[in-house]
């Protein structure tokens, strides 16, 4: 079977996934991780590679083509942030913008809200933050404690947020408020489209020793008044809509940790093939190269997963998605911190150099094992819904 005739899988990719994959190494590599790294520790934005990456239709490579983006599936997004991170470009914001908020307001926005903004999301030229996690609720979405309340045509949002990714370049936050369902009394999730500049709306950065360009914030919401026109799709359906964002992202941070693991087992393996003791290159000791062997091997299996996560969700089985998303960005998020560990000490003290870029990767793993839900949580979902386990919490 040749290889224009072989079904779509997430086992062997088409020769259009192959193209995309090479068409963003060569995006990233103009870059590299020299650019991404001098703009982290200069508190700016890699505003220059999103907008070209935008304008080359690779940020909106998952949004419908009749909003101006590339009619294609989280799948083909996946492969743009692992392989901008495989050349050491991870932007955190494509889990963000185009995965979280883009594809919630392409399922479930208003016709107004979809021309208002995913033409933007796709080219780069505007930006969304998504704003759900909380000071007290944590990883506890059933307990947010941001309520939107009715005050005539208008809605008025108060609460807090926190570890909300760059809000100081964003145009507007998809917050994650409650409301009062009108026939019971309980509060349900509903989400809306705050712009940045709207009165009552507040933002300061959290101190982190993550190094990355987009910055972590807290948020502050007191009397936030916004027009009816804020609210996303049905406000009945909050929920649905809620979760139709959890599973891109979970995949979009999977793909974020293997980018990084990538990154960090090529320069191993390349430090591993020149550097010589005693007329030999360290890579033909076994005691180094088992190790780069077994974190290969790893990486391999968490990307299979990833791509059967996201042919799941591209296929519409959000069931099977959730487990495959949660699974892949467990394993993802593993094999990056094991992978990272092992190149620093595979490089010895070089490893902890500016100029190979492998300390900073130590803290970015982190990354991938506590957000956007810790691999705690991730092992109660797959004993309760794989397992059939009880439930401990």
Same mark, same amino acid.
């Given at each position: 079977? /040749?290889?224009? /005739? $072989?079904?779509? +899988?997430?086992?062997?990719?088409?020769?259009?996934?192959?193209?995309?994959?090479?068409?963003?190494g060569?995006l990233?590599?103009? !870059?590299?991780?020299?650019?991404?790294?001098?703009?982290?520790?200069?508190?700016?934005?890699?505003?220059? &590679?999103? /907008?070209?990456?935008?304008?080359?239709g690779?940020?909106?490579?998952?949004?419908?083509?009749?909003?101006?983006?590339?009619g294609?599936?989280?799948?083909?997004?996946?492969?743009v942030?692992?392989?901008? *991170? $495989?050349?050491?470009?991870?932007? @955190?914001?494509l889990?963000? /913008?185009?995965?979280?908020?883009g594809?919630?307001?392409?399922?479930?926005?208003?016709?107004?809200?979809?021309?208002?903004? @995913?033409? =933007?999301?796709?080219?780069?030229?505007?930006?969304?933050a998504?704003?759900? $996690?909380?000071?007290?609720?944590? +990883?506890n979405?059933?307990? &947010? +404690?941001?309520?939107?309340?009715?005050?005539?045509?208008d809605?008025?949002?108060?609460?807090?947020?926190?570890?909300? +990714?760059?809000?100081?370049?964003?145009?507007?936050?998809?917050v994650?408020?409650?409301?009062?369902?009108?026939?019971?009394?309980?509060?349900?999730?509903?989400?809306?489209?705050?712009?940045?500049? $709207?009165?009552?709306?507040e !933002?300061?950065?959290?101190?982190?020793?993550?190094?990355?360009?987009?910055?972590?914030?807290?948020?502050?919401?007191?009397?936030?008044?916004?027009?009816?026109?804020?609210?996303?799709?049905?406000?009945?359906? =909050?929920?649905?809509?809620?979760?139709?964002?959890?599973?891109?992202?979970?995949?979009?941070?999977?793909?974020?940790?293997? *980018?990084?693991?990538?990154?960090?087992?090529?320069?191993?393996?390349?430090? %591993?093939?020149?550097?010589?003791?005693?007329d030999?290159?360290?890579?033909?000791?076994?005691?180094?190269?088992?190790?780069?062997?077994?974190?290969?091997?790893?990486?391999?299996?968490?990307?299979?997963?990833?791509?059967? %996560?996201?042919?799941?969700y591209? %296929?519409?089985?959000? &069931?099977?998605?959730?487990?495959?998303?949660?699974? %892949?960005? !467990?394993?993802?998020?593993?094999?990056?911190?094991?992978?990272?560990?092992?190149?620093?000490?595979?490089? =010895?003290?070089?490893?902890?150099?500016?100029?190979?870029?492998?300390?900073?990767?130590?803290?970015?793993?982190?990354?991938?094992?506590?957000?956007?839900?810790?691999?705690?949580?991730?092992?109660?979902?797959?004993?309760?819904h794989?397992? *059939?386990?009880?439930?401990?919490?």
């Open positions: 079977m /040749s290889a224009s /005739s $072989t079904p779509e +899988s997430p086992l062997i990719e088409t020769p259009e996934r192959i193209a995309l994959r090479r068409a963003v060569d990233g590599r103009r !870059y590299g991780s020299s650019y991404f790294l001098a703009r982290a520790r200069a508190g700016e934005h890699t505003d220059e &590679l999103w /907008s070209e990456a935008g304008k080359l690779f940020l909106g490579v998952n949004l419908p083509e009749e909003y101006g983006g590339g294609a599936g989280v799948y083909e997004l996946s492969i942030l692992e392989e901008l *991170g $495989t050349v050491g470009c991870p932007l @955190l914001m889990v963000v /913008s185009p995965a979280i908020c594809t919630i307001l392409a399922r479930f926005g208003t016709e107004e809200q979809k021309r208002a903004w @995913l033409p =933007g999301l796709a080219d780069g030229s505007r930006r969304m998504f704003a759900i $996690t909380e000071p007290e609720a944590g +990883s979405s059933h307990k &947010l +404690s941001t309520v939107a309340k009715r005050d005539g045509a809605w008025v949002l108060n609460g807090r947020k926190v570890f909300i +990714s760059g809000i100081d370049g964003a145009d507007a936050v998809l994650v408020g409650r409301t009062e369902d009108a026939r019971t009394g309980k509060l349900k999730p509903a989400l809306f489209i705050l712009p940045r500049q $709207t009165p009552g709306f !933002y300061r950065p959290i101190p982190m020793e993550l190094l990355s360009p987009e910055r972590q914030f807290q948020v502050f919401l007191d009397d936030v008044r916004l027009p009816a026109d804020a609210l996303v799709g049905d406000e009945n359906a =909050g929920l649905q809509q809620l979760f139709a964002g959890l599973n891109p992202e979970r995949i979009m941070t999977a793909a974020f940790s293997l *980018g990084v693991a990538r990154q960090a087992l090529n320069t191993a393996v390349d430090y %591993a093939k020149t550097r010589t003791v005693w030999t290159p360290i890579g033909a000791h076994q005691g180094l190269a088992h190790p780069l062997a077994q974190c290969a091997i790893e990486v391999e299996l968490a990307r299979l997963m990833m791509r059967k %996560a996201a042919h799941l591209d %296929a519409g089985d959000d &069931l099977a998605a959730g487990e495959a998303a949660n699974m %892949a960005k !467990y394993a993802s998020g593993e094999a990056a911190t094991r992978t990272v560990d092992q190149a620093v000490q595979t490089l =010895g003290g070089n490893g902890l150099t500016q100029e190979y870029g492998l300390a900073a990767l130590l803290a970015a793993t982190r990354v991938g094992r506590v957000a956007p839900v810790s691999r705690e949580m991730i092992l109660n979902y797959v004993a309760q794989t397992l *059939g386990l009880p439930r401990s919490y």
